[in-house]
């Protein structure tokens, strides 16, 4: 059995660039979104429920889900979010599950990507957990910069999740990414060698 390590953080914390780094250097990372993504595109296990649920409104011409409308759908409507978290969320852990299934008999380490590690229960999963964290206003910033948002609308995606410093409290290993990129990887260079294994800041 591998050792399987999850790996979490925030809305522009700097996830994609420590699972872009391992896969670099060989290791392989399920990306839960991408595995949300297949299964939301038609044919898909997800894609039937949703035109069932919200009806064909949610569709583009071509027939494929539009996400930025489902997405405002959901995330503006608390009952719709908690139907999302039962319905999708039952289905995107099966297919994790066997994801990881798979992988453990294959490779001797490899990372799952989830974004709602903690939310969703995850943790349990793994043998450790790494958090990708910047601090509150770093976040902020970087979300409207990277999203071209208002400070209000970004200020509600993020109220929309945990807190980072919430996780903080629950992550095996916390990477510290208020600084370079080359300060974020070399913390992610240190723990796979067994080094400083808690990068505070």
Known sequence: MGKIIGITGGIASGKSTVTNFLRQ???????????????????????????????????????????????????????????????????????????????????????????????????????????????PNVQLERLMKRDNLSNEAAEARLASQWPLEEKKKMASHILNNNGSRDQLLSQVVSILEGGDTHARD
Not at 39 to 58: D, Y
Not at 106 to 114: A, G, K, N, R, W
Request: charged residues 25%; proline residues 3%.
């Open 25 to 135: 250097k060989g290791f392989e990372v399920v990306d839960a979104d991408a595995v949300v993504h297949q299964l939301q595109k038609p044919g898909g296990r997800l894609f039937q429920i949703l035109v069932e649920h919200f009806g064909e409104k949610i569709l583009l011409k071509n027939g494929d889900l539009n996400r930025p409308l489902l997405a405002s759908l959901i995330f503006n409507n608390s009952d719709e979010r908690e139907w999302s978290k039962q319905t999708q969320g039952k289905i995107i852990c099966q297919e994790l599950g066997s994801l990881r299934e798979k992988l453990a008999q294959t490779e001797d380490i490899f990372f799952m990507d989830i974004p709602l590690l903690f939310e969703q229960d995850y943790a349990s999963w793994f043998d450790e957990t790494w958090l990708v964290y910047v601090s």
